[in-house]
T-cell receptor, first 113, second 112 residues
Framework: GNSVTQMEGPVTLSEEAFLTINCTYTATGYPSLFWYVQYPGEGLQLLLKATKADDKGSNKGFEATYRKETTSFHLEKGSVLVSDSAVYFCALINSNSGYALNFGKGTSLLVTP | DTAVSQTPKYLVTQMGNDKSIKCEQNLGHDTMYWYKQDSKKFLKIMFSYNNKELIINETVPNRFSPKSPDKAHLNLHINSLELGDSAVYFC???????????FGSGTRLTVV
């Protein structure tokens, strides 16, 4: 079956630091990959996505590249802001899951001034 | 106009009660989902419906019963609520192949 593994948090960074949150997956075929963000007390927002190998998703300074050879979709940002403090979820869908999202356990990010 | 709307946003109830959460989408999607987010923030699919037909039914107690009167609505009814049902429940919708995934803002259920 499908599974998504993310690095454990919490991750604490100073403002302007470089961010990497690792995500690897197990799935058959060619899943679509996503990063979602959940700000404190809020719902889920799609941050970025990639639907095929070597695609790069990007949004709000965040980037992730679909690497089929390493089954990874690591999230990066060059310079984080205090307002980036949130929980980040890596997820995938494919036909095996009936197109339901399979989520990783989430990584909590705290950015300090 | 909210694309996927859930009501209520907060629900506090006593053990043993029966409650419902409603979800409506105005995106013209033909597939709707219920996800549960537990206290550790872990998100897991519970059910999905496509054009009113049950597609996914994960290992969920049969006290939980989804109902889809039409493809724009998917309600979740919970009987005999237990403390362990306390969680945030998210409704979502998409096209059949998962494109256009959109989440509601969530319903925080607290069972006391």
């Amino acid at each position: 079956g499908n599974s998504v593994t993310q690095m454990e948090g919490p991750v604490t960074l100073s403002e302007e630091a470089f961010l990497t949150i690792n995500c690897t997956y197990t799935a058959t075929g060619y899943p679509s990959l996503f990063w979602y963000v959940q700000y404190p007390g809020e719902g889920l927002q799609l941050l970025l996505k990639a639907t095929k190998a070597d695609d790069k998703g990007s949004n709000k300074g965040f980037e992730a590249t679909y690497r089929k050879e390493t089954t990874s979709f690591h999230l990066e940002k060059g310079s984080v802001l205090v307002s980036d403090s949130a929980v980040y979820f890596c997820a995938l869908i494919n036909s095996n899951s009936g197109y339901a999202l399979n989520f990783g356990k989430g990584t909590s990010l705290l950015v300090t001034p | 106009d909210t694309a996927v709307s859930q009501t209520p946003k907060y629900l506090v109830t006593q053990m043993g009660n029966d409650k419902s959460i409603k979800c409506e989408q105005n995106l013209g999607h033909d597939t709707m989902y219920w996800y549960k987010q537990d206290s550790k923030k872990f998100l897991k699919i519970m059910f999905s419906y496509n054009n009113k037909e049950l597609i996914i039914n994960e290992t969920v107690p049969n006290r939980f019963s989804p109902k889809s009167p039409d493809k724009a609505h998917l309600n979740l009814h919970i009987n005999s609520l237990e403390l362990g049902d306390s969680a945030v429940y998210f409704c979502a919708s998409s096209q059949r192949t998962g494109s256009g995934y959109t989440f509601g803002s969530g319903t925080r259920l607290t069972v006391v």
